[in-house]
């Protein structure tokens, strides 16, 4: 998601929101841009396409003096990336606001101002807000009273920060949906969207709460709940690391992004989800069209985001109803394939340079897809850039080259897809998008349940000490789940490992299976459960060594030559992403007894950027 940094001080802010912009830049943007009220009450404003580095070099020949200021880093949802559409936006000479989410019902407010005169500059949702803020502060003896009365108009998520030339000294903040913090400094406060911003200049925050707006002067920060009662905000002393890339007090960088994902899958959704459904703007200008009208999608992706992609499948078809492939993509280009109509090509990337996929988006543009979508972690890259439309997982930098918390941010991203896609098509009714979206909101808390069995993980591993082979079962979409479980082990603990439909192994696999051949079976408690148990029995009746990650409720006892891992019931929908986190431990503790080098695995790169 997009980067917010705001501040109120007596000396120059512009370096101190540069710095912040560049703190945010690990997500990645294509465009920047700040605004500072000077002296003399002269609002400047500066903005560029691209990185922050564009508007860093600008700074140096348009330097923005003053002690008020905000500053932004934006990812394309209304607009394409331009000067125009870039933050922050303004309503005539007074008003500048960034804003950080999704504004739902920005069509007929729009229609609304124009008709009472406002001119729009932009193609964005956020230039609603300025106009907004503008005209309730004709009507308002205060700017607090002005923003108070703006949010009440507003549907959908947002995180915006406003500032007004005629009154410097304060800046104004709302929050609905989409994260803001406040940094205290002494005669000098701070605002970002995320606190790493802030990192360098302070340690104490106040983390705004959903529906809050807030007043920040040099000395003071004054804040009201979404029914306009004065409220206080606890201060929390952070003890972050400013490096992001700083292991902390994890062991690797891959053991720090696994226990990452319930905070990282919380930023996947952010902004993006309401308390009841999927926002679909979220997926960019036009999206809901697009989506009332795509009959199938083609799924390309390499490694880890192809396993994504088939668990994306069975949500596509059994979810949304609507037909489904998924293809390696060194495959894809190198095979001539049928396009059906109305289909959208939708590729999957953590780093967005993978030759294999982008040579594949490519030769899509020329076989008459309709659209061409990618669900990428790097703004700016090449998929991004060449896409149609982009999807952003905002997991953050991952340093391990075996993929943890991208994987589940894709199946997340591809889980609120699927709902908005299956929505749009009427076949996800208003019942089921919230059972969807509640699960998802529970998602980190039961994250944070599985995490809590690392150290009973640790101690199963220790049976694969003298293994040079394993086997992972799955059913249905637990299928690709045991594909990425497989992966993960032989990529970090060199142990030859595959993945079956549990179904096939009287089709071969059973040949396999023996005192010294660990089975590893993905359990949950779903339709697929009693035909599981068959053929877990099959592997103990020719002496295979199981593994059984089991919900708690489909009724495994441990017996000799079964050991059970048992895990949370939770919804179905998000079961997938969940039962992913004990297989990542299971690897990452393998690979340990192994003595492997865990976040650098031999003969591995993190982004496959040649064929």
Same mark, same amino acid.
């Given at each position: 998601? %997009? /980067?917010?940094?705001?501040a109120?001080?007596?000396?120059?802010?512009a370096e101190i929101?540069?710095e912040g912009?560049?703190?945010?830049?690990?997500?990645?943007y294509?465009? +920047?841009?700040?605004a500072?009220?000077?002296n003399?009450?002269t609002? &400047?404003?500066l903005r560029?396409i691209?990185?922050v580095?564009s508007l860093?070099?600008?700074l140096?020949e348009t330097?923005l003096l003053g002690?008020?200021?905000?500053?932004h880093?934006?990812w394309?949802?209304?607009?394409?990336?331009s000067?125009?559409n *870039?933050?922050?936006?303004c309503?005539?000479?007074n008003?500048?606001i960034?804003?950080?989410?999704?504004?739902?019902n920005h069509a007929e407010?729009?229609?609304s101002l124009?008709?009472?005169?406002?001119?729009f500059t932009?193609q964005?949702?956020t230039?609603?807000i300025a &106009?907004l803020?503008s005209?309730?502060r004709s009507?308002?003896?205060?700017l607090v009273s002005?923003?108070q009365?703006?949010?009440n108009?507003?549907?959908?998520?947002?995180g915006?920060v406003?500032?007004?030339r @005629?009154?410097?000294?304060r800046?104004i903040?709302a929050?609905?949906g989409?994260p803001?913090v406040?940094?205290l400094?002494? /005669?000098e406060?701070?605002?970002?969207?995320?606190?790493?911003?802030?990192?360098n200049i302070?340690?104490?925050?106040i983390?705004?709460?959903?529906?809050d707006?807030?007043?920040v002067t #040099?000395?003071?920060?004054?804040?009201?709940?979404?029914?306009?009662?004065s409220?206080?905000r606890d201060?929390?002393e952070?003890?972050?690391?400013?490096?992001?890339?700083?292991?902390?007090?994890? #062991?690797?960088?891959?053991?720090?992004?696994m226990f990452?994902?319930?905070t990282?899958l919380?930023?996947?959704?952010r902004?993006?989800?309401?308390?009841?459904?999927v926002l679909i703007?979220?997926?960019g200008h036009g999206?809901?069209a697009l989506?009332?009208?795509?009959?199938?999608?083609?799924?390309?992706?390499?490694g880890?985001?192809?396993n994504?992609?088939?668990?994306a499948?069975y949500?596509?078809?059994?979810?949304a109803?609507i037909? %489904?492939d998924?293809?390696i993509?060194s495959e894809y280009?190198?095979?001539?394939s049928?396009?059906?109509?109305n289909s959208?090509?939708?590729?999957?990337?953590?780093?967005?340079e993978t030759?294999?996929?982008l +040579?594949?988006?490519?030769?899509?543009?020329?076989?008459?897809?309709?659209?061409?979508?990618?669900?990428?972690n790097?703004a700016g890259?090449?998929?991004v850039?060449e896409s149609?439309?982009a999807?952003?997982?905002c997991a953050?930098t991952e340093i391990?080259v075996a993929?943890t918390?991208?994987?589940?941010?894709?199946?997340?991203a591809?889980l609120?897809l699927?709902?908005?896609? /299956?929505k749009?098509q009427g076949q996800?009714l208003?019942?089921?998008e919230?059972?969807i979206?509640?699960a998802?909101h529970?998602?980190?808390?039961?994250? @944070?349940?599985?995490?809590?069995l690392?150290?009973d993980?640790?101690?199963?591993?220790?049976?694969?000490a003298?293994k040079?082979?394993?086997l992972?079962l799955g059913r249905?979409?637990?299928y690709?789940i045991?594909?990425?479980?497989?992966l993960?082990?032989?990529e970090?603990s060199y142990i030859?490992?595959e993945a079956?439909?549990?179904g @096939?192994?009287k089709h071969g696999?059973? *040949?396999?299976?023996d005192?010294?051949?660990?089975?590893?079976v993905?359990?949950?408690s779903n339709?697929?459960?009693?035909?599981l148990?068959?053929n877990?029995?099959?592997?103990?009746a020719r002496?295979g060594?199981l593994?059984?990650? *089991?919900d708690?409720?489909a009724g495994?006892i441990?017996s000799? /030559?079964?050991s059970?891992m048992?895990?949370?019931?939770?919804p &179905?929908?998000? +079961?997938?992403?969940?039962?992913?986190?004990p297989?990542q431990?299971?690897?990452? &503790?393998v +690979?340990l007894?192994?003595?492997?080098d865990?976040d650098?695995p031999r003969?591995l790169a993190?982004?496959?950027?040649v064929e």
């Amino acid at each position: 998601m %997009c /980067g917010i940094v705001g501040a109120v001080a007596q000396r120059d802010v512009a370096e101190i929101l540069l710095e912040g912009l560049r703190r945010l830049e690990y997500r990645g943007y294509d465009s +920047a841009g700040m605004a500072v009220v000077d002296n003399h009450k002269t609002l &400047h404003r500066l903005r560029r396409i691209g990185k922050v580095q564009s508007l860093a070099d600008a700074l140096i020949e348009t330097p923005l003096l003053g002690g008020t200021g905000i500053a932004h880093t934006r990812w394309a949802t209304h607009g394409r990336p331009s000067e125009a559409n *870039a933050h922050p936006h303004c309503s005539g000479d007074n008003i500048a606001i960034v804003h950080n989410g999704i504004i739902e019902n920005h069509a007929e407010l729009r229609e609304s101002l124009m008709e009472k005169g406002y001119i729009f500059t932009s193609q964005t949702d956020t230039e609603v807000i300025a &106009h907004l803020v503008s005209e309730q502060r004709s009507k308002c003896d205060d700017l607090v009273s002005a923003v108070q009365q703006t949010v009440n108009k507003l549907e959908g998520a947002y995180g915006t920060v406003i500032m007004d030339r @005629e009154d410097p000294e304060r800046l104004i903040v709302a929050r609905s949906g989409s994260p803001l913090v406040i940094g205290l400094g002494v /005669g000098e406060n701070f605002i970002a969207s995320d606190q790493l911003a802030l990192l360098n200049i302070t340690r104490r925050f106040i983390f705004l709460e959903e529906g809050d707006v807030a007043e920040v002067t #040099r000395r003071q920060v004054r804040i009201w709940n979404m029914h306009g009662q004065s409220v206080e905000r606890d201060i929390h002393e952070s003890n972050i690391q400013q490096d992001v890339a700083d292991k902390g007090e994890f #062991r690797h960088y891959m053991q720090k992004e696994m226990f990452e994902q319930p905070t990282i899958l919380g930023h996947t959704m952010r902004g993006r989800l309401t308390d009841h459904s999927v926002l679909i703007d979220s997926f960019g200008h036009g999206a809901a069209a697009l989506f009332e009208k795509i009959q199938h999608i083609q799924i390309v992706a390499c490694g880890t985001s192809y396993n994504a992609g088939m668990v994306a499948r069975y949500w596509f078809e059994s979810l949304a109803g609507i037909s %489904c492939d998924v293809e390696i993509a060194s495959e894809y280009r190198y095979r001539k394939s049928v396009t059906r109509p109305n289909s959208l090509l939708l590729t999957l990337s953590q780093s967005g340079e993978t030759a294999d996929t982008l +040579a594949a988006l490519r030769l899509a543009k020329e076989q008459q897809y309709d659209t061409v979508m990618t669900i990428c972690n790097v703004a700016g890259s090449s998929l991004v850039r060449e896409s149609d439309i982009a999807f952003m997982t905002c997991a953050g930098t991952e340093i391990g080259v075996a993929s943890t918390k991208a994987f589940t941010s894709q199946l997340v991203a591809l889980l609120m897809l699927v709902t908005a896609m /299956g929505k749009q098509q009427g076949q996800i009714l208003a019942d089921q998008e919230q059972d969807i979206v509640s699960a998802l909101h529970a998602l980190p808390n039961y994250l @944070e349940q599985t995490l809590a069995l690392d150290q009973d993980i640790e101690k199963l591993a220790e049976s694969f000490a003298d293994k040079n082979h394993a086997l992972f079962l799955g059913r249905g979409e637990f299928y690709p789940i045991a594909m990425e479980a497989s992966l993960k082990l032989k990529e970090i603990s060199y142990i030859h490992a595959e993945a079956y439909a549990a179904g @096939e192994l009287k089709h071969g696999p059973l *040949a396999l299976i023996d005192s010294d051949m660990p089975v590893i079976v993905v359990a949950p408690s779903n339709d697929l459960l009693e035909k599981l148990k068959s053929n877990i029995e099959e592997v103990r009746a020719r002496g295979g060594i199981l593994y059984v990650f *089991a919900d708690q409720q489909a009724g495994f006892i441990a017996s000799e /030559g079964m050991s059970i891992m048992t895990l949370p019931s939770v919804p &179905h929908y998000i +079961a997938p992403i969940m039962y992913t986190l004990p297989m990542q431990l299971l690897a990452y &503790h393998v +690979a340990l007894i192994k003595g492997t080098d865990v976040d650098q695995p031999r003969n591995l790169a993190k982004a496959v950027t040649v064929e």
